[in-house]
């Protein structure tokens, strides 16, 4: 592209620019919508861990 520097110069940022989540119409920075996503993978890795550990125990207690 051609004078690709000076054509493209003025686009905003990316940590600048607002994403729409695809629940609905709330627009958020980057930052915030990796956050959210961070938060939802931790909740899901300590559900599975329970999870896990309530199984082993469950499967433990069964054989004496």
């Avoid at 609905?24 to 896990?52: N, P």
Wanted: net charge negative; no cysteine; proline share 5%.
């Amino acid at each position: 592209e051609p004078d690709f520097w000076d054509t493209y110069a003025y686009e905003r940022p990316m940590a600048d620019a607002k994403i729409k989540a695809p629940t609905g119409g709330v627009e958020k920075t980057v930052d915030e919508f990796g956050l959210g996503l961070l938060t939802a993978a931790g909740i899901g890795i300590g559900i599975h861990a329970a999870a896990s550990a309530f199984a082993g125990k469950k499967e433990d207690g069964g054989e004496a």
